[in-house]
């Protein structure tokens, strides 16, 4: 998001952009891209949503380092990053239960002609469930992504406050037999 100046500069440039190639062939015939600034409307501040509790899903792996500087899958390092951005403490975030998924992300730097370091990260999928100790404002998580790499595509999540618990009761499989009985 930006704010007023950086937002009339943006206009200013894009009302003087004309002729722009896109894409990885640029010179190719199919990179051209048409720029058209077609409405420009207010932000709305959204309302503090406080809450207690929230659940986090990630949308797409999230790519987190530790305070080392290292790749990391840990939780812990997820409740970090949220801290930062929710602008609390780490320790007043509480992770209650966590359903975790694990992706291993790489790929290669095409201009480099080298591969990216291969890692270990929290994968789409992931849910965990958050407690505080005090009302946090989780409208700040909002349309965000969180970690490293986002411009990529990485750390999209979504949020939701005060989950509603379900039950999910199973029926057994196995029949029972009683004594009486001579069938199979």
């Not at 792996?61 to 990053?81: F, H, R, T, W």
């Not at 349309?143 to 039950?167: D, K, T």
Request: aromatic share 8%.
């Amino acid at each position: 998001m930006a704010d007023k100046e950086q937002a009339e500069v943006i206009v200013e440039l894009l009302q003087k952009v004309d002729g722009v190639r896109m894409g990885y062939a640029r010179n190719a015939e199919y990179g051209s891209v048409e720029v058209a600034l077609t409405d420009v409307e207010p932000l709305q501040n959204e309302k503090p949503q406080l809450t207690r509790n929230f659940v986090i899903k990630l949308n797409s792996p999230a790519i987190l380092y530790n305070e080392s500087g290292v790749p990391s899958a840990d939780v812990e390092c997820l409740k970090g990053y949220l801290a930062e951005v929710l602008q609390v403490e780490a320790n007043v975030l509480h992770i209650n239960s966590a359903f975790l998924t694990y992706e291993t992300i790489g790929g290669f730097n095409v201009t480099w002609r080298q591969r990216k370091p291969i890692f270990t990260a929290l994968g789409k999928g992931t849910v965990c469930y958050f407690t505080t100790d005090r009302e946090v404002d989780i409208s700040l998580l909002s349309e965000s992504f969180i970690g490293e790499r986002v411009a990529e595509g990485y750390g999209e999540l979504e949020v939701l406050a005060e989950p509603q618990r379900e039950v999910v009761l199973m029926k057994s499989v196995a029949q029972k037999v009683s004594a009486n009985s001579t069938e199979q």
